[in-house]
């Protein structure tokens, strides 16, 4: 290669592709060789002039721009910096001369984020992670640092960056869940002891700026929310003192969007400024299309996810009915609070401010995330009332969490039934707390139901026991969203304890008939190998028979 000379610019690119790295393995898997001092020196130099002959070559394409980076990264040489920048300044002014070409109207057209975004794109696809110094170079360059500030926050990546999306959603906007880890796993996790060199380079340029101006503080900005997305560790707080000394509170919200979406708590007296100035505008102008609302919406969903998200409450509430009617549902799935009964109040309390039944659904399933007894308690409550009947499903998955607590404190569930047997229009909050027992998989409110079969409240206990028959003979086990894998359970014990009943109660037919109920279910789903079908032979007593089906007949007839 050292004695291969170029004679066009198509050659000079080729060549330098061929140029495998310093050390490591290359693409096809084989160890690399390892340059001396002399070979890597003499290469360098071929590979200048290669370099050379592609530039001053007609139709210089993008690809032998990259391909030439590429194969001064894989040299490891600082003296190559300058060409290598050289190189990357030759497709940003194609850009450049691409635009200037332009017609006046098309160039306004092009102006803006669509312009800015094209002129990033070739820092953007620097992704080896010898490219490094060759973006940090930028930093300083008035021209370009902030697309390469962009462009360096891969190599930095903020701390709870492994905490991605995953599923249909891979691909889209962060999610509340995505954010809700985030926040969780930040908390969670030691805070990073150093900060890393990316970030402290882009950091020290902050520091550089000044910020005093117009102009400084815009540069500033745009730097901060970049150190935004890295991981800054303790330096952190630089980026807190900008937020804070920011005479334009509304421009800083991407660094405030940024630390909200890695995870980092963010505080209400940091929103509250700029969010004034966004109302402001807003509430200013004489007719509010809902496409407007994009002038809020950012500010509320961080004030949402601050340390007091109540200030949105009092914010919602002294907005027209047309706002905050149907905007509800949009922030209670971001409130981010580690303490529970906060956490249940700021829930409430959003919620409180809907109307026409907004945000119900959204409330259910953040109490259920909150989880705690008070939570649960809540939602019970609304069970028994039958309000959100169409969010609490009443199947083997959520509602079980509010059976579970009942599990544990069995003398809330005597309670309830209590109340209920003094109550005249009990019959449909039996029925709907019934359903909820029913996917209930442990014995312990089973065995209570039976226990309190025979007394004052005989009915009530015998109707609640009857449902949730079926959940002791089969296990369901959840194999993902709305779907479920079935398992026969042993009911030996069981048939025992209904037997015992029924030789207590000769003249009882409820327990005859959950003996049948038992052997009807144990034939749809399988019977468990070790279960005898009669749990006391030496009793003398005859097992029920099973009543006959009218089906029978017609799958024999079938076979």
Known sequence: MINT???????????????????????????????????????????????????????LRRDWIETGLRAFARLGLSSALPLMKELLEAELNHYELEYQQQAPGRQKRLGGEIWDHRR?????????????????????????ELDAAIALRRFAPFPTS??????????????????RERRRAYLDRTPSPICHPVAARVLDRIRELAPHDDESWARARNLAASAAWMDSGPRINEIIELIERDPAPRRIAPV?????????????????????EAEAEYFSKDWRPDDDFYILKPWLDMLAQSDRPLELVDRMK?????????????????????????????????????????????RVEALFRVGSDRALTILLDDVLAGRYQGSLHFGFRSPNAIAGLLEREPSRLQAIVLHLSRDAEHVPKLRRLASLCAGVETD?????????????QALLWRTLASHMLEAQCVLQESTGHGSYALHQKSVAHLRKTLFDRMRASPGD???REQLRRVDRIVSNYGGHPEDPRHPDLASGVAYPEVAEDFWDRYRSLAD
């Open 5 to 59: 000379s170029a004679r066009s610019a198509d050659e000079a690119a080729f060549l330098l592709g061929l140029i495998p790295p310093s050390e490591g393995e290359n693409e096809l898997g084989k160890a690399c060789p390892e340059y001396s001092k002399i070979h890597q020196l003499v290469l360098s130099v071929k590979a200048a002039r290669w370099c050379r002959t592609m530039l001053a070559g007609d139709g």
């Open 120 to 144: 990033r794109e070739p820092f953007a696809r620097h992704l080896w992670p010898e490219a490094q110094p060759l973006l940090l170079s930028y930093i300083g360059d008035e021209r370009f």
């Open 162 to 179: 492994d905490i991605e999306e995953t599923g249909a959603w891979k691909h889209g906007p962060p999610t509340f869940k995505l954010r």
């Open 256 to 276: 405030l969007e940024a630390l909200a979406l890695t995870g980092y708590p963010i505080r209400a007296d940091w929103i509250l400024p700029g969010l004034a």
């Open 318 to 362: 002294e907005y027209p009915r047309d706002i905050r009617r149907w905007r509800v549902q949009d922030f209670i799935p971001i409130l981010m609070l580690a303490d529970p009964d906060a956490m249940i109040d700021a829930i409430e309390a959003l919620h409180a401010v809907g109307e026409h039944g907004d945000g119900d659904h959204v």
């Open 444 to 456: 312990v409110l089973f065995n209570l139901s039976v226990g309190e079969a025979t007394g004052p």
């Open 509 to 511: 037919d409820f327990w």
